[in-house]
């Protein structure tokens, strides 16, 4: 068969993708891994119940979205409601929804997939075309106007279509999607017509389509798409931010160097990127990705992983600009994170890709969903005089689904495998199957992580077998924070690794990142480890003027945050003097477990007469980031000074009694 493709492809002269992709490893998917833990596995039953209600409400019931594809199909001349981009949000609830059936299959919520998906299908026009707002407003408008979002849309439909038909095996939306890919690819690629995709995400999702079809048709669209950037004069400059650098289109992709303009957008073009280079041989995307991640994460990156400081374009400002109560860090943007740094890793092997992963995935975007599972932020700030509340929904409501299909489908980031092995990138209690070195291998994996590092891995190989077992080591273990020198571990250490195998101590090598137990396989052999969860007390460098004489708290992979609701409303008052010494204790953040961390510090207040400020010590609680903003509105800081005329007395506008405490 492969055969058959080269010669053909040949003849007509297109060019061939490597026969070998050129990764390192592929990720095992979601589907294939069962979560078992405690930490996970209540939230993915959340978003699956809870959340996908939500998304099916707000979609159908609360915003026009499923009406303008009824109204499409009535074709009686009915006007379009909402924005142009709101198909894209029917289409990010379908796949969240397909997510949602393969960990929680249930016959109602599959008929609603089914009904949408009817009318979506019933929306399309004969030539494939598919947007309900160029449609119900005027269909000569069409492709236009690359700030209008079609391909966006149409990329969340192909990426819905694939993820439905992978999951139930049903063709219609797929069907719908590879029309609507035909049409696009013959009027721009084929047509010859100029034109770039003003919101990427057309491009992962082509890699998508031609993983399921292999087709590569779609895959060479996905790189034509690439390719149009760093062209210039397809647009027109009618708003202020919309720039080159706005669209990442500066120069072509594999000349880029830096991170600009819209953060989601900038995310799903590298994520995009990647994927066509993980099949093609040309490693000019990965050379400028590199070099494009190093910006990102050396100069732009907030400590919970969250990208895009500014909301005037929800993106990138300059180097080193990353306020806190005023952080934009929309949730989209950190679930770009976890697909681009994904891609990044796989292609390279490099386990610091999955360290900025598991940072933007616990913090940044894991923040974005409320843990009641149907309140969102959209923009997640770091710290908060109360102002920040997390919503039901939003008029731009590209995040709610976005976190719920990141949450649903948290299995594709935590296992590898290669010829030569089995990779353990994230620690999550799981179970799963992985073909290695010619034979079944089940795998199954105890831990309480995020709350401590002890890890249990069985291996069970059908047949006694020789392969790798590659564990991540993660950089905060190591004595780092994250790659370059953006954050500093106050107090760093390298702690002493020890991996064992039935219980006895075992030889590893390092390799990047990952520590590589090779040996003879069989049925009943445990791995065990245990890394430490120091509390970490983060410095950012000086250029990062918001965080200068100040310290953040992490542990394990979690940052920590102090919040109102557990200090008597007042959080801006208080000072951290380096080196203070923490307990851990259990706590409940409503219903959720965590461990908080508790000290006391000295407290800054205003006396009688508001002409002197008095120091009192008072008992402190800090609560890890994601689960701040549940109990109201709240003052949150995850930054602390460590000098006193960094404290905002009386800062607090939401508590009378504040400044008293
Ligand atoms: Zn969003």
């Given at each position: ?9 040949l ?12 990764q390192?490893?592929e990720?095992?998917?979601f589907?294939?891994v069962?979560i ?5 596995k209540?939230?993915i ?19 026009p ?10 074709n ?8 142009y ?15 949602a ?18 009318k979506?299908a ?12 160029f449609?119900l ?8 106007n690359?700030?209008?979002h ?20 049903k ?14 690819d ?20 082509l ?64 994520t995009?990127a990647a994927?066509?280079a ?6 000019g995307?990965?050379n400028?990705m590199q070099?494009?991640w ?7 990156m907030?400590?919970t992983?969250?990208i895009?400081s ?6 990138f400002?300059k ?8 952080a ?6 950190s679930v770009?994170m ?13 386990s610091?890709y999955i ?5 933007s ?5 894991l ?5 009641s599972?149907?309140h969102?932020?959209?923009?997640n700030?770091?710290?908060s005089?109360?102002?920040?509340q ?22 594709n ?6 010829d ?12 799963t ?11 199954k ?6 709350w ?7 291996i069970d ?8 077992v590659?564990?991540?080591?993660p950089?905060?273990?190591k ?12 107090s ?7 991996f ?7 030889s590893?090598?390092?390799?990047n ?5 090779n ?5 009943g052999?445990v791995i065990s480890?245990e ?5 970490i007390e ?5 250029d ?13 992979p979690?940052v ?6 557990d200090?008597?409303g ?8 380096s080196?203070t010494s ?6 409940k953040?409503l219903d959720?477990p965590v461990?908080a961390l508790?000290?006391?510090?000295p ?13 009192e010590?008072?008992k402190?609680?800090a ?25 905002k007395i009386?800062?607090s ?9």
């Open positions: 068969m492969k055969k058959i493709f080269l010669v053909t492809a003849i007509a002269g297109i060019k061939v993708f490597s026969q070998t992709p050129s390192k490893f990720f095992v998917n589907s294939q069962n078992t833990d405690n930490f996970w209540p939230k039953d959340k978003v699956a119940t809870v959340t996908m209600k939500a998304c099916i409400y707000q979609t159908e019931i609360n915003t979205r499923i009406r303008n594809f009824e109204k499409v199909a009535r009686k001349g009915e006007k379009f409601e909402g924005i981009y709101d198909d894209s949000d029917v289409y990010k609830a379908l796949e969240a929804m397909a997510y059936l393969k960990t929680h299959p249930d016959p109602i919520l599959e008929a609603k997939a089914d009904e949408w998906i009817d979506v019933a929306a399309q026009l004969p030539d494939g075309y598919l947007d309900t707002y449609t407003r005027d269909i000569n408008q069409r492709w236009t690359i700030e209008a079609e391909d966006y849309n149409a990329g969340h439909l192909i990426e819905a279509a694939v993820a439905y038909y992978s999951v139930t095996g063709r219609k939306l797929l069907d719908v999607a590879i029309r609507l890919a035909n049409h696009i013959s009027t721009f690629r084929l047509g010859n017509k100029k034109w770039f995709s003003g919101h990427e995400e057309i491009e992962l999702a890699v998508k389509l031609y993983g399921v079809t292999k087709d590569d048709r779609y895959l060479k669209l996905a790189d034509w798409y690439l390719q149009q950037r760093g062209k210039g004069g397809i647009y027109t400059y009618d708003k202020k931010w919309f720039t080159p650098a706005y669209w990442q289109d500066l120069k072509p992709v594999k000349d880029q160097t830096e991170i600009t303009g819209h953060a989601v957008r900038a995310m799903y073009l590298y995009g994927d066509v993980a099949l093609d041989g040309d490693n995307y990965m400028a070099k494009v190093e910006d990102v994460v050396y100069r732009n907030y400590i992983g969250g895009g500014a909301g005037d374009n929800e993106g400002t180097d080193y600009d990353l306020p806190n109560e005023d934009y860090c929309e949730t989209c943007a770009g976890v697909l681009w740094n994904q891609r990044m890793c796989k292609l390279t092997g490099d610091k360290d900025v992963l598991e940072r995935l616990y913090n940044g975007a923040d974005g969903l409320s843990l599972g149907d969102f932020f959209y923009d700030v770091l710290a005089n109360g102002q920040h997390r919503r039901e929904w939003f008029g731009t409501a590209c995040c709610p689904a976005n976190i719920a299909r990141l949450v649903t489908s948290v299995g980031y935590i296992y590898g495998r290669s030569d092995g089995i990779w353990v990138n994230l620690f999550v209690g799981s179970n199957h992985i073909k290695v070195a010619n034979t079944d291998v089940a795998i994996m105890e831990t309480n992580y995020p401590d590092g002890k890890v249990k891995i069985n190989p059908k047949d006694k077998k020789t392969f790798s590659r564990i991540r080591v950089d905060w273990q004595g780092s924070i994250v790659p370059g020198d953006l954050y500093k571990n106050a760093a250490s390298h702690a002493v690794l020890s064992f195998v039935n219980g006895k101590v075992v590893f090598r390092e390799e990142g990952y520590a590589i137990i040996r003879k396989w069989q049925a052999d480890f890394y430490n969860m120091p509390i983060i410095a950012a460098r000086p990062v003027k918001a965080d200068i004489d100040r310290v953040a708290l992490q542990r394990g979690l920590y945050c102090v919040e109102g609701a200090n008597k007042q959080v801006w008052n208080l000072v951290l003097p080196n923490f307990t851990t204790v259990d706590y953040i959720e461990i508790q000290t006391e510090l407290s800054a207040k205003a006396n009688e007469n508001g002409d002197q400020i008095k120091i010590n008072r402190v609680t609560i890890p980031y994601y689960c701040w903003a549940n109990r109201g509105a709240n003052d949150m800081q995850v930054w602390l000074p460590t000098k006193i005329k960094e404290v009386n800062y506008s939401k508590y009378e009694d504040g400044g008293n405490y």
